[in-house]
């Protein structure tokens, strides 16, 4: 079955990986929240915000989990 929504099994495991990575980011980032709650239950509201800082910081280097690579977009065919 060659039809357009068939994958080869490159693409399929370049698209678990890529699943893989955002799943992996999204619990890092379910952990910082975790942290940055608890720090203001303990009454600690600089170590929350450094805590939020590092976050956006993680949440900015890692752009490319939602924005696809150079790369990616130019094998994608022009609409």
Do not use: K, W, Y
């Amino acid at each position: 079955m060659n039809g357009p929504t068939a994958f080869d099994s490159s693409e399929r495991d370049r698209l678990v990986a890529e699943l893989e990575e955002a799943e992996a980011f999204v619990q890092q980032l379910r952990a910082a929240f975790v942290d940055i709650q608890a720090a203001l239950a303990a009454g600690h509201p600089a170590t929350a915000l450094s805590r939020v800082n590092e976050a956006l910081r993680n949440i900015d280097d890692a752009t490319d989990v939602v924005v696809p690579h150079a790369t990616d977009a130019a094998s994608r065919p022009a609409r």
